[in-house]
């Protein structure tokens, strides 16, 4: 009975995560797959959970699904990107070879399992909250720590990509109102560039942001006109 | 119980799908999709691994994965919110030369 | 008929959800309803007071308007995303409430003692907020797939807010965790029932000392606005901001879908309510529950409509944010007053536990 | 015993070289960089000389036990059985030379607050001085051969330092560079001397050493090659990898050091420096560390025959080489340079016979009156606004009277006129030499007197020849030079002092012209000496044209002439610490040789003496230098097994219970009044020869010391240059290193325009190579574990 369970919340998890897997791969809208990777996390958790393994199961959710995806959905409908557009490919042969070589990770996978055979196991109690935290705070703290630290460089690094992105207005500016031509900056205000090919939403969204960073560089800096970056 | 050479297969397929749409997907955020579904590929084994054997290990190690994969999407989201301000598209097929 | 086999548990524990459920609706219609009153009440004005006495039919009369009413989807909307959207909502909203104890141990007849909580494990408080976490997808899938501008800026700052603030509400929660060393949402309203050691009948009138707020005043402060960001109510309610972007993230959405939104916002008012009251108030502890553990079950509604009242008033009297003010101050002060909350509890903790 | 005040002497100097560096350049005043440098020297000395005395600090010098008083500061090095310590020792040898050096350079120190006043570098040249005294109390005091050479390195640094001293002057740059590379050359024979060492002994510990916290305990070097065989007296034995290799290869560093023919010719470039560094470095104390190492070494020499008979050979060809050289030199800093090469030719000709203690006691007197005559010329120089050709001297005993005295001192010192500090030390080599039995061949010991001799008469005749055309005569100075002298003079390689004064740096002497107007006012204030300054400022060009007419000498400060006196009565008494008792019983006063005694357990003897004295009645003798077995050659063929050891002297009661052969007693009696009379006819030949007619000239070969320069420049630097240019750089540097070099780079260019296609910038690409390596490596280690692993079906 409970092995029916079981095995039936394995197929319905496991099924899901394949399903929502190919979908991600097979969908041109990136939206969509961002929206079918989610699937897979959840399905993901949930097989956590019949693991025995609540707390990743739900630090997979808020982690994964809850701020990940979030971004990466938060930057998908920022951008507005749109359906692949189907163009000549330049590397068509890449997709035999993407085959052929699934099909070898495949084999080899299954290779391994047909030969190495199941393996005996316990039933497990070690997913607790408590376990991991022990785990986590005496013997691992050291990749603990070192994990904070890379926490930290990406703060660092994310911050700077994104404060280089609101310099490039400014030098911009600075080109026009010096008469310049040609900048090779961008000026996201009056450029259309940053929106894509569906007017009127992003676009908005764009200026504002643009304007709003443009704002709070010429408060801080004091000045209405910018320099030379 | 369910056998853990399940949970591998399991992890197998996704790794593979994942592998497969980051050479065949052109853009940038759908690779960083995919690569994220190789992450979890692995994750899966080791949270299969972890409690089959009773041992948290392998648990922790998913909890660092995940902080590391928080990480790399600041950072590649922040680069790729970049290279699209550069060159207002996310073909990684476009970006072929190191030059804006 | 075995009540320990695992299939009447499951069968009991289904049961227990649907009640749960409807329980929790008929609250949400009738915060809708004290909240309109209310806000009349603050304005000067009636409110809704003619669908039975005092209008207290007045939420299913609303009920029937939004189900009669047409569905309208936009021509270029992302049909299925457009659809999905308010389901992720209203599911995300309600899938939290099955983990929050509402009361002692009670002695049910035939039952026997029976623990006032739908499901209790390890993680509660983490699975609350991963569901909470999802839900934002309801709304930003809802603003992009409508395809409308208002719709999409409404999302977006939606989405924004509750990225930014979500972050401060799970590190001020973090304190409450420490004190508590557990996850459990039970576990955690059990250790506010007798923190301190006073003699009877002062225990008995000091009862409320246990609770958590007397711990974390600051957390429980940063939890409550924090709360107030994430549900998108007054003073921060820049995603549906009326005067600005008609009505946000779902500004293109009618009928029944409206309804689901709308009854996902009141949802997640109760839930972080009841979250509130859990971690901070003590959940169903007060004074006289050790005797009578039914007043328990009083004692947690009691907390909860304090807390929906709370809202309500707030939204009486508040003025709105700016959108940078909002980010300014999630950013700024509270997170890393959240931070500086985790620092002290923790150093305490260390010393005292 | 242990006691690390000695440390304190050998770091003192380096504190003050680090302050002089560090804030004397700052401070500007020549009176606090004085001190420091006087002081810190003096702190050195005060020191060395207490623990060399003294009992509390355990009296290195006159413990009866004769025990090293050892500083260990740390293990420097410990690989395997390989152990270096940083720590110093003074035993009898070390504390003798360290009480010299440090008085000697004391002296020279305040010498050179006078000397160097108002020079610009003042700071600088101290903090050299300075150094150099580290190096050379380092050199001195190690404990061990690795620490003596990283001494030996230094000096060699701080020497070349100071000998290039004039940076702006050519030929003070060239000189040090040759003083270097020369010293280079010897170097290398002291590192590979150092390694055979170890590769024979095991050690290169000078001392036993008790095990301690973390190292193991060592044997000294020089107890185990006493239980080694005496090698055999062949060519071969050179190349044999024996001892006697050590021993040769160690003696080379040594010409290097101590200016051996081949090595020599640095030492007289090296008067480029100024007259104090001269003084010091290249007369007192640094030549003399070759022979301090071989003297160190002594236990490995006695041991090696043949490296012996050749260090005597080098040691007489030496000093008379150089001794003729001198006799041809017009300037004044050049006869004391040859006639330091020549004396130092007298103490590796004292080594080579086996005459250790007479090694280092000629070292010790020839580090007073060296230093006192280099002083003194260095005094004549000033006195004469730097001018160093003697022929533009004479007469100069009216004006310079301390001076005069003081260096009248020296020359008698020098020459060999008995109390004078030379005369015993020199007899005692030449004795030592006529009776020595440690050559392997017949009459060498004869032979080598002979050089010795003549070497002895050449000394007492240029030294004579010196003093005449400088303090004796006419006052040549007030003459305006003409040209037929300035025409002779070209005979100087290196000279353009007698030269028209027309040219910018003519006439310099060591010192450099001071830049006009900008230091007048400089060395003006604050001046304690005053009409030394004004002397020495007066020193500029226009000044100086102007003068070379006639001007006065004058008369040094005191600074300069309390040192003089004091190395004056040094060189006078100074020798009489080692009365042979040859002579001491002359006049009633036995053995007052205390300086052998004292000298006799920290070297090795030859190993012949043992047997002799096993022979003599069995008593145990104590075997000395001055012991009359020493004459007799040994009676039979020394069984070699046992060759006596280093302490062994130490049990003989000092001055009392010695056999002194009557027939040897009168031998050396004899040798000795042939000494004095050499000398006095030395300096009956110089006072008649050059007494009137002080130009004489000189034959040329001499003045042009032997072409040697143009030949080493003819046979090994040009080819060696002209190598260098066509084989090394034209061939091998453009040909084939520039050649691989070029060739790796368009080779990967090539390499690359191929692999290049595997990085087109599509990341996709990128992705599927690495996804298809990493199958690779799962696919090999799938196939692996299939192989290995027990499987289940």
């Known amino acids: 009975m409970l092995e029916l369970t079981s095995v039936f919340l394995f197929m319905l998890f496991g099924g899901m995560a394949v399903g929502c897997a190919l979908s991600m791969i097979v969908q041109r809208n990136p939206l969509y797959s961002a ?195 | 119980m369910i056998p853990l050479s399940w949970y591998l297969a399991l992890s197998a397929v996704l790794f593979t799908i994942g592998a497969a749409g980051v050479i065949i997907k052109r853009n940038a955020i759908s690779m960083f999709m995919c690569i994220e579904l190789m992450l979890n590929a692995v994750n899966l084994t080791f949270v299969a691994f972890s409690s089959h054997f009773n041992d948290v290990t392998g648990q922790l190690f998913v909890f660092i994965v995940m902080a590391v994969a928080a990480s790399e999407a600041a950072v590649g989201l922040g680069i790729i919110i970049a290279i699209f301000r550069n060159r207002e598209s996310l073909d990684v097929d476009e970006a072929s030369i190191l030059k804006l | 008929m075995n009540w320990n086999s695992p299939l009447v548990q499951a069968g009991l524990t289904m049961l227990g959800i649907n009640i749960a459920f409807v329980v929790v609706l008929m609250i949400v219609a009738y915060t809708v309803l004290a909240e309109r009153r209310i806000l ?50 209203i599911t995300a909203a309600l899938m939290t409430i099955i983990v929050y104890p509402f009361g002692p141990t009670v002695n049910l007849p035939f039952f026997g003692p029976v623990k006032l909580v739908i499901a209790q494990f390890d993680i509660a408080l983490l699975y609350v907020l991963g569901m909470t976490s999802v839900g934002v997808y309801g709304i930003m899938l809802a603003g992009w797939a409508s395809n409308s501008k208002y719709s999409l800026m409404g999302g977006l700052r939606a989405s924004a807010q509750m990225i930014s603030y979500e972050l401060s509400l799970g590190l001020s929660l973090v304190g409450v965790v420490l004190m508590s060393g557990t996850l459990d949402l039970y576990s955690v309203v059990e250790l506010q029932t007798n923190r301190w050691e006073f003699s009877p009948v002062l225990n008995f009138f000091l009862q409320p000392l246990s609770w958590n707020i007397f711990l974390q005043p600051l957390g429980f402060i940063i939890y409550l606005i924090s709360a107030i960001a994430e549900t998108n109510r007054v003073p921060f309610d820049l995603p549906e901001a009326e005067t600005e972007l008609v009505a946000g993230f779902h500004t293109e959405y009618s009928a029944l879908k409206f309804a689901l939104f709308f009854m996902a916002e009141y949802v997640n008012m109760f839930t972080v309510s009841v979250l509130a009251t859990t971690l901070f108030l003590g959940g169903w502890n007060g004074p006289g529950v050790a005797t009578f553990p039914v007043l328990g079950v009083f004692y947690f509604l009691g907390k909860i409509i304090f807390f929906l009242f709370l809202y309500i008033w707030l939204r009486g009297t508040l003025p ?34 | 015993m242990t006691n690390h005040w000695l440390s304190v002497v050998v770091f003192a100097p380096l504190v003050g070289a680090t302050i002089n560096w560090l804030i004397g350049r700052r401070v500007r005043s020549e009176a606090f960089i004085g001190i420091i440098a006087c002081g810190s020297v003096g702190i050195s000395t005060v020191i060395a000389f207490m623990i060399a005395f003294t009992e509390a600090n355990g009296a290195a010098l006159t413990n009866d036990a004769a025990t090293p008083v050892m500083s260990h500061l740390w293990t420097w090095m410990q690989v395997g059985t390989f152990r270096a310590d940083f720590g110093f020792a003074m035993d009898r040898l070390s504390g003798i030379y360290a009480c010299f050096v440090t008085f000697v350079a004391l002296l020279i120190h305040v010498f050179a607050t006078g000397y160097m006043h108002g020079d610009r570098g003042f700071y600088r040249f101290f903090a050299y001085l300075n150094l150099f005294m580290f190096m050379m109390l380092t050199l001195v005091l190690a404990d061990n051969i690795l620490l003596m050479f990283v001494g030996w390195e230094g000096v060699g640094l701080c020497s070349y330092l100071l000998i290039g ?25 002291v590192i590979l001397g150092i390694m055979l060492i170890f590769s024979l002994t095991g050690s290169i510990s000078f001392f036993d050493k008790p095990a301690m916290e973390g190292v193991g305990a060592v044997e000294s070097f020089l107890t185990v090659a006493r239980g080694m065989p005496v090698e055999s007296f062949t060519w071969g034995a050179i190349f044999a990898g024996g001892l006697t290799s050590a021993a040769v290869l160690l003696f080379i560093g040594a010409t290097g050091k101590s200016a051996q023919i081949p090595l020599f010719v640095w030492l007289p470039d090296a008067m480029a420096g100024p007259t104090p560094v001269s003084a010091l470095i290249h007369a007192a104390t640094m030549v003399t560390a070759g022979v301090y190492m071989i003297v160190r070494c002594s236990q490995v020499y006695v041991h090696a025959p043949t490296a012996m008979f050749i260090i005597a050979i080098i040691g007489a060809a030496t000093a008379i080489f150089a001794a003729t050289i001198g ?16 004396q130092l030719g007298y103490m590796m000709l004292a080594c ?113 020849r010196m003093m005449v055309m400088t303090f004796w005569g006419g006052e040549r100075f007030r003459e305006v030079p003409a040209g037929g002298q300035a025409s002779e003079a070209h005979a100087h390689a290196d000279d353009e002092d007698l030269k028209p004064h027309a040219a910018r740096f003519d006439s310099a002497g060591d010192r450099p012209r001071h830049e006009t ?17 004004d002397l020495t400022i007066d020193d500029d060009e226009d000044e100086h044209a102007a003068h070379h007419g006639p001007f006065t000498p004058h008369e040094s400060p005191w600074v300069m002439t309390v040192p003089l006196i004091v190395l004056a009565i040094l060189s006078t008494v100074g020798g009489l610490v080692g009365v042979p008792y040859a002579l001491s019983s002359l006049i009633g006063l036995g053995d007052i040789n205390y300086f052998e005694h004292m000298l006799e357990p920290a070297i090795a003897h030859a190993p012949g003496e043992h047997g002799a004295a096993a022979n003599g009645g069995g008593t145990h003798q104590t075997p000395s230098a001055s012991n009359p077995e020493w004459l007799s050659p040994p009676p039979q063929a020394h069984d070699g097994a046992s060759p006596l050891s280093v302490g062994d002297g130490s049990h003989g009661e000092p001055g009392g219970g010695r056999a002194h052969d009557p027939h040897e007693v009168s031998m050396e009696r004899l040798f000795t009044g042939i000494s004095i009379v050499i000398a006095l006819v030395g300096i009956g030949i110089g006072w008649l020869m050059f007494q009137k007619r002080p130009l004489l000239a000189m034959p040329r070969l001499l003045e042009n010391k032997y072409y040697v320069d143009e030949v080493y420049n003819a046979s090994i630097i040009n080819p060696l240059k002209t190598g260098s240019r066509n084989v090394l750089w034209l061939f091998f540097d453009v040909g084939v290193v520039d050649g691989i070099v070029n060739g790796v780079g368009r080779g990967t260019r090539e390499i690359g325009s191929v692999l290049r296609h595997l990085q087109p910038g599509f990341v996709r690409s990128y992705a599927a190579i690495i996804l298809f390596g990493a199958l690779a490596v799962i696919g090999y280690f799938a196939f692996s574990a299939y192989q290995v692993l027990p499987f289940t079906r």
């Open chain 1, 35 to 229: 929206i079918s990777l989610v699937g897979v996390f959840v399905s993901l958790a949930c097989l956590y959970v019949t693991l025995a393994a609540p707390f990743i199961a739900a630090v997979q959710v808020i982690v994964y699904a809850g701020a990940i995806m979030v971004l990466v959905v938060f930057v998908i409908m920022l951008l507005n990107v749109e359906t692949e557009v189907r163009r000549p490919l330049r590397l068509r042969y890449l997709i035999p070879v993407a085959a052929g070589l699934s099909f070898v990770l495949i084999a080899q996978v299954f290779f391994m399992l047909f030969f190495v055979g199941p393996v005996s196991s316990a039933p497990s109690n070690v997913g607790l909250t408590a376990s991991i935290g022990a785990g986590l705070f005496t013997e691992y703290i050291l990749p603990f720590e070192i994990t904070s630290v890379l926490i930290l460089m990406a703060i660092v690094g994310a911050m700077t990509l994104a404060r280089r992105a609101a310099d490039i207005p400014l030098a911009a500016r600075s080109a026009d109102s010096s008469g310049a031509a040609g900048s090779p900056f961008t000026d996201p205000i009056n450029d259309s560039r940053i929106s894509g090919s569906r007017p009127g939403l992003t676009e908005i969204v764009g200026r504002e942001m643009a304007a709003r960073a443009i704002e709070r560089l010429e408060s801080r800096t004091g000045r209405g006109q910018g320099e030379e970056t």
């Open chain 3, 40 to 89: 009349a009440l603050i304005q000067g004005r009636l409110g809704p007071n003619r669908v039975g006495y005092g209008g207290v039919l007045q939420p299913f009369a609303d009920l029937l308007k939004f189900i009669l009413k047409e569905e309208v989807i936009p021509d270029q909307a992302t049909k299925f995303f457009y659809l999905l959207a308010p389901i992720i909502a």
């Open chain 3, 320 to 353: 709105r944010f700016r959108f940078d003010q909002l980010m300014n101050f999630g950013w700024t002060f509270l997170l890393p007053a959240a931070i500086l909350n985790i620092i002290v509890s923790a150093t305490v903790a260390y010393f005292y536990y």
């Open chain 4, 165 to 189: 001293y004039y940076f702006n002057r050519q030929e003070a740059g060239d000189a040090a560079k040759k003083a270097f590379v020369a010293n280079r050359v010897g170097d290398w024979g």
């Open chain 4, 327 to 342: 006799l041809a030199q017009n300037d004044i800093k050049k006869v004391l340079a040859y006639s330091t090469v020549s």
């Open chain 4, 352 to 464: 080579g016979v086996g005459a250790f203690g007479a090694a280092i006691f000629h070292v010790m007197t020839h580090a007073f009156f060296k230093a006192l005559l280099f002083l003194g010329s260095g005094s004549v120089i000033h006195g004469m606004h730097h001018e160093q050709d003697m022929r533009r001297m004479g007469g100069l005993k009216k004006y310079m009277p301390i001076t005069f005295a003081t260096m009248l001192t020296g020359g008698l010192a020098i020459s060999g006129i008995p109390i004078f500090a030379g005369f015993f030390s020199k007899d005692e080599i030449l004795w030592k030499t006529w009776s020595t039995a440690s050559l392997g061949v017949a009459n060498a010991g004869q032979i080598l007197w002979l050089i010795g001799a003549v070497t002895a008469l050449l000394t007492a005749v240029y030294m004579t």
């Open chain 4, 517 to 533: 107007g900008a230091h007048v006012g400089d060395a003006h204030h604050g001046s304690p000496h005053d009409e030394a300054s």
